[in-house]
C-alpha cells in the first residue's frame, strides 16, 4: 500500500471503533499485514494494532491491505472502481517536536503540489500539465497568498517558480507543516489524504483515472475532467484528455472559493 493508503485505512479505524472499547488489525487470520509506509502513517494510533500485538484486547479485523484494498480490484490492464465506496478522513497523530519544527513555516499559506510519483507505472494518467500549477501559483501570489512546495529530495520532480520551497525528509513532515496551511492543491494521491486528515480544504485534481466518488472527500473540491474513470495501470490518451479538459480558470475559482 501506498501512503495513501494508509491514511484511507487509518479512517476505517477511526472514532466509532474506538467508542466500542475495540481496536482494529489490518490483516486476516490473526496476523496483520503492513507494509513499508504503515508504521509511518499509523505511528501513535491508539485505534490500531500494531504487529506483534494481535492477542491483547478486543480486536476487530478488516481485511485491507496490499492486494485487497476494498476500493478497487484488478482488472484486465486497468483497475475496476468499487463504486459504493466512500472514504472518511483519516487520522495522522504528530508528535509534538513534530508539530513544534512545523511552526517554524508559519501558517495560511497554500500547499501545491504539481508532482506525480513517478516511479508508478500510471503517474501519467493524474499529471495536470505543471505549466497551469505555474499559472495558478502565479495568480494567488500575485493575490498577496504565501504558496508552498515541497521537495523531499533533488528527485522529486519540477520546483515551481516564485514559491516557498520546503524541505520535507518524511511524509510526516510534509503532513506536520500542510497542518498549518489554509489550502491543498494538487492531484489525487498521498497528500490529497492528509489535507483530509488534518482538515485542510483542498482543490483535487481527479482527471479521468478515479473517481471522486471513491476517494474524494466532501470538504474539497474534487475536479473530475471526465464521467468515465479508466483507472488504466498505464499512461493512456483518454486520462491525458481529461486532465487537459482541466482550465487554470476552473481550478483558481474553486482555490477561492475555499481560501
Not at 475496476?80 to 519544527?101: H, K, T, Y
Not at 498577496?144 to 524541505?167: E, Y
Not at 492543491?185 to 490529497?192: A, K, L
Request: aromatic share 10%; charged share 20%.
Amino acid at each position: 500500500m501506498g501512503l495513501g493508503d494508509n491514511l484511507i485505512a487509518s479512517g476505517l479505524a477511526r472514532d466509532v471503533l474506538k467508542d466500542r472499547g475495540v481496536r482494529v488489525a489490518f490483516g486476516e487470520r490473526g496476523q496483520v499485514i503492513w507494509d513499508k509506509n504503515s508504521e509511518q502513517i499509523f505511528r501513535n494510533n491508539p485505534n490500531i494494532v500494531f504487529p506483534g500485538n494481535e492477542g491483547r484486547g478486543h480486536i476487530e479485523w478488516i481485511p485491507f491491505y496490499k492486494g485487497k484494498r476494498g476500493y478497487n480490484t484488478q482488472g484486465n490492464g486497468h483497475w475496476l472502481w468499487n463504486m459504493d465506496w466512500r472514504c472518511v478522513p483519516g487520522q495522522i497523530f504528530l508528535s509534538d517536536g513534530e508539530q513544534a519544527a512545523a511552526k517554524r513555516y508559519g501558517s495560511g499559506f497554500v500547499v501545491i503540489e504539481p508532482n506525480v510519483p513517478e516511479w508508478k507505472s500510471s503517474a501519467a494518467n493524474k499529471r495536470w500539465p505543471f505549466e497551469r500549477y505555474q499559472a495558478v501559483a502565479d495568480e494567488l501570489i500575485s493575490m498577496g497568498r504565501s504558496v508552498v512546495q515541497f521537495f523531499p529530495d533533488r528527485r522529486a520532480g519540477p520546483r515551481l517558480r516564485g514559491v516557498r520551497q520546503i524541505r520535507s525528509v518524511t511524509f510526516r513532515d510534509a503532513t506536520a507543516v500542510l497542518k498549518n496551511s489554509a489550502l491543498y492543491i494538487g492531484p489525487e494521491g498521498g497528500m490529497h489524504h492528509a489535507a483530509a486528515a488534518v482538515d485542510v480544504p483542498g482543490v483535487v485534481l481527479f482527471g479521468g483515472f478515479i473517481p471522486p466518488s471513491v476517494t474524494g472527500y466532501d470538504a474539497h473540491t474534487n475536479i473530475a475532467g471526465s464521467d468515465r474513470f479508466c483507472g488504466s495501470f498505464t499512461a493512456c490518451k483518454h486520462c491525458a484528455d481529461a486532465m487537459n479538459s482541466i482550465k487554470v480558470e476552473t481550478v483558481l475559482k474553486a482555490a477561492k472559493e475555499r481560501l
